[in-house]
């Protein structure tokens, strides 16, 4: 059975502070693995890493795939209260359906 | 704004009672996932509709069931509900190929 599992569940550090969320899956026919932030409502994409992007970037976020250990990471530096929310890893395999993460919930204190 | 669209937001039924959620993917997109959010649960992925057309199931309901019309826009049906069915469902869209999927706000269903 499909199965993605995110560390840690949840996460609490100051304002300023770098954090590094984390995402280990075992998928058959794996293709691609994402990333979503989500505040009160849905769950908003950040990155989407596949055998031929292994790494992206944007603003203060970045993700690395390693397809050899099955995981991935996803960085926040310089963290703010506005990246509060819960950060999901959702993996796609065959027929493009997502398995989700429980996600990490982060807390940003000021 | 994912663009994305679903109604209602906010849906209260009570058991046994039968509910239409629905939603219309962003403009171009063939293919509409529908996802159920529980707070024991996470997102679980229901069900993939490509162009009108069933694509992929996942652990959904017998008494659950969707469709994708002409226009592309999609309803999912929850029937005979159950206490434990209320949740966050979710509906998402993509493009072409494997394209990332975006995520309307949801519906929350509360059975009473």
């Known amino acids: 059975e499909d199965k993605v599992v995110q560390s840690p569940l949840s996460l609490v550090v100051h304002e300023g502070d770098t954090v590094t969320l984390n995402c280990s899956y075992e998928?058959?026919?794996?293709?691609?693995l994402l990333w979503y932030k989500q505040e009160k409502k849905a769950p908003t994409f950040l990155f989407m890493l596949?055998?031929?992007?292994i790494e992206k970037k944007s603003g203060r976020l970045s993700s690395i795939l390693d397809k050899k250990e099955l995981s991935s990471i996803l960085n926040i530096t310089a963290t703010q209260t506005g990246d509060s929310a819960i950060y999901l890893c959702?993996?796609?395999?065959?027929?493009?359906?997502?398995?989700f993460g429980q996600g990490t919930r982060l807390t940003i204190n000021p | 704004d994912s663009g994305v669209t679903q109604t209602p937001k906010h849906l209260i039924t009570a058991t046994g009672q039968r509910v239409t959620l629905r939603c219309s993917p962003r403009?171009?997109?063939?293919?509409v996932y529908w996802y159920q959010q529980s707070l024991d649960q996470g997102l679980q992925f229901l069900i993939q509709?490509?162009?009108?057309?069933?694509?992929a199931k996942g652990n959904i309901l017998e008494r659950f069931s969707a469709q994708q019309f002409p226009d592309l826009h999609s309803e999912l049906n929850l029937s005979s509900l159950e206490l434990g069915d209320s949740a966050l469902y979710f509906c998402?869209?993509?493009?072409?190929?494997?394209?990332?999927?975006?995520f309307g706000d949801g519906t929350r269903l509360s059975i009473l």
């Open positions: 509709y490509y162009n009108g057309e069933e694509r």
């Open positions: 998928v058959t026919n794996f293709r691609s």
């Open positions: 403009s171009g997109d063939l293919s």
């Open positions: 959702a993996v796609g395999g065959g027929a493009q359906k997502l398995v």
């Open positions: 596949t055998s031929s992007g």
């Open positions: 998402a869209s993509s493009g072409e190929g494997f394209q990332p999927q975006h």
